[in-house]
């Protein structure tokens, strides 16, 4: 018997408040939610990082560059450049809600 599971969206997918988003497994600041856009791509989608945040690291098919939290190592997805989104760097850093924890601004 095969049970199908119900699809349910990214928690931060359509999520526009103001405040940081940390890296979930160790609290380091990693985006600005200035910095959040609407992809269309079902996840949370950012144009730029917080400077030296982030690294960037071939996938081994060299087809993505996946990114991860510069203080310990947590993946948290892809960056994607060139799409042609209107903001400022070209950039699609794809994130998967899991690795990130939102903080309101206050």
């Given at each position: 018997?095969?049970l ?33 856009f609407?992809?269309?791509c ?5 144009f ?19 990114i ?39």
């Amino acid at each position: 018997m095969v049970l199908s599971v119900g699809h349910t969206p990214p928690p931060y997918d359509k999520f526009y408040e103001e405040g940081v988003y940390s890296c979930a497994g160790c609290a380091t600041p990693l985006y600005k939610s200035t910095a959040k856009f609407n992809s269309g791509c079902g996840w949370p989608a950012f144009f730029e990082g917080l400077p030296g945040a982030i690294n960037r690291h071939a996938d081994p098919d060299g087809m993505r560059v996946e990114i991860t939290c510069a203080a310990c190592g947590g993946h948290l997805g892809h960056v994607f450049k060139g799409e042609g989104f209107r903001t400022p760097t070209d950039e699609r850093h794809c994130v998967n809600s899991v690795s990130l924890k939102f903080t309101p601004a206050n």
